[in-house]
């Protein structure tokens, strides 16, 4: 009889879409160990939904209450508890302590005192925090522990291989839902100084569509191409096939630096503003400002440096590369779910 890992997480326009997109890389990584992975998903549900069936997670997508949960956890055979989410663990983690089940918690803010079997932050900067979880007994954290769906890993590292020419191919991403409008303000912010191609993901939860074809419009307008990508199936593809990337500092810095795509970067949520600074001082990102305290002048011209600065993009790439690999789900469920 399999063993059973319970998955919790959420997604919304609001939320996005990086905490169940992770999740799904612990989920296939328990599949191929042979265990029985449980997805319980909410927030958005028809979103989520959607998001799931197009992937072929089976998942159970509903808007679960703290006692539903327990209540999945609460079958025999489920040995561990994965839970992505401070506001789904704050009501969940305390009920449990007096339980056989593991718990394990993904975390992006930096300080949690919740009592719980490992905690993972698989932020470039988390290295330095395992006193920020004082509750937990096991502390993976780094991008070591670095969470890729398999439609990233299936390719090589270093699999993108940016290339200098007079008009470059360039990803516009601002996550699944992009909830302050940055993919419509950079298509209106992009320079005309060097024409490129523009490759435009608009993720499952994203909304303005109106303002998304006028800043196009005004895009082409000022010489370049623009192919706008509504919830692509394969982001991955269309990663190892860029030059450079425009994206916001979450997740999706992580699968860029796999990859080898160089970006420039920026904090569109709270919790994206420390590790976009110290990604910056590192080296592995350009830019790094918090988009909605910048001025259109402002960005502009980080995206102008950026796009004009062929070196810097070529040694920023080899910096980022050098901090990921595809092993960090594995080394996830090895130490802390299947341990």
Known sequence: MKTKVVFRADASHELGFGHVARICALIEEV??????????????????????RDRKIDAQVKQWSPTELLHAVADPRVRTLVIDGPH???????????????????????????GVTAVVNHNFHATALAS???????????????????????FQRGSC????????????????SDPVGATARTLRLVPSDRPLDLVVIAGPGYRDDAALEQAAAAAR?????????????????LFVTADAAICSAGGTLGELAYLGCPAVAFAIVPDQIVPART?????????????????????RADLAAFLLDDT?????????????????????????IAA
């Open 31 to 52: 599949t191929a160990r042979g265990g029985e992975p449980v997805a319980l998903f909410g927030g958005d549900v028809r979103m989520v939904g959607s998001w799931a």
């Open 161 to 176: 291989r940016p290339m200098s020419g007079a008009r470059l191919r360039v990803v516009v991403t601002f996550g699944g």
């Open 279 to 299: 990604q910056v001082r590192a080296g592995l990102i350009a830019s790094g400002r918090t988009w909605c305290e910048s001025d259109d002048d402002t960005l």
């Open 88 to 114: 789904i663990a704050n009501d969940v983690v305390p009920k449990l302590a007096d339980k056989a089940t593991r718990v394990v918690l993904l975390d992006d803010i930096g300080h949690c005192s919740l």
């Open 221 to 237: 307008d000022a010489g370049h191409l623009v192919d706008i990508r509504r919830a692509p199936d394969d982001p991955g593809a």
């Open 132 to 154: 920020a979880y004082p509750g937990a007994s096991h502390r993976l954290l780094g991008r070591r522990y670095l969470m890729l769906r398999r439609d990233i890993r299936r």
């Open 312 to 336: 810097g993009r070529h040694e920023q790439r080899g910096r980022a590369l050098a901090t990921a690999d595809s092993d960090g789900a594995r080394r996830i469920v090895a130490e802390a």
